[in-house]
């Protein structure tokens, strides 16, 4: 039940593309589900993140999808850029709880 | 300080030798994180430290790993009889109580 499922494993996508990562939970408990952006070399750095009391949230090309019923949230690459690329984890937590994270997703976006 | 801090960023050590890892956390943020992160895989959780509570030691994969958190700041992770397959980086992250992750840039373990 603290698992969270992510997919693609990879993806690779053209420049201008649209890059679509899903992930999705169990536990109905979690209320904070943030995605994290790694670049090699580098630690994860927080992207963007949502609450389940809103659908969706957007933040300049990346957007997050949240749907409540189904467990499920993604996040949405617009006009996907070679910079884009790197290895992107969803995660889930409650409060007081550490962060479950997804087993990541690795981008590829070809110019 | 701006961000969150390790040392070293990198450590070669002998099989059977121990190695400690330090995290300088964010200012203010009142929970500590170590996670474990091998070569193109995932984030593995090995414990979690938050305010004055009892560490969630529950990722800890064996008991020649150990942790502590000093003054509520400084986290030292200290893995004892170091074994090859300990070769991984070593992530720290901070956060406020309810809030999103910063992680450091990690340590990266090699075990000869």
């Known amino acids: 039940q603290q698992q969270v499922k992510q997919s693609p494993q990879s993806l690779i996508v053209q420049k201008g593309g649209i890059s679509i990562i899903n992930c999705a939970y169990e536990n109905t408990a979690f209320d904070y589900f943030p995605w994290y952006q790694q670049f090699p070399g580098k630690g994860p750095a927080l992207l963007i993140a949502?609450?389940?009391?809103?659908s969706e949230k957007k933040e300049g090309r990346f957007t997050i999808s949240f749907n409540k019923s189904a467990k499920q949230f993604s996040l949405h690459i617009m006009d996907s850029q070679p910079g884009d690329s790197a290895t992107y984890f969803c995660a889930a937590t409650a409060y007081g709880q550490n962060f479950v994270f997804g087993p990541g997703t690795r981008l590829s976006v070809l110019p | 300080g701006a961000g969150v801090s390790q040392s070293p960023s990198n450590k070669v050590t002998e099989k059977g030798k121990d190695v400690e890892l330090r995290c300088d956390p964010i200012?203010?943020?009142?929970?500590l994180y170590w996670y474990r992160q091998s070569l193109g895989q995932g984030l593995e959780f090995l414990i979690y430290f938050q305010g004055n509570s009892a560490p969630d030691k529950s990722g800890l994969p064996s008991d020649r790993f150990s942790a502590e958190r000093t003054g509520g700041s400084v986290s030292t992770l200290t893995i004892q009889r170091t074994q090859q397959e300990d070769s991984a980086v070593y992530l720290c992250?901070?956060?406020?109580?309810?809030?999103?992750?910063?992680f450091g840039s990690g340590t990266r373990l090699t075990v000869v």
């Open positions: 992250a901070s956060s406020p109580t309810h809030g999103g992750y910063t």
């Open positions: 949502i609450r389940p009391d809103v």
């Open positions: 200012s203010g943020h009142t929970a």
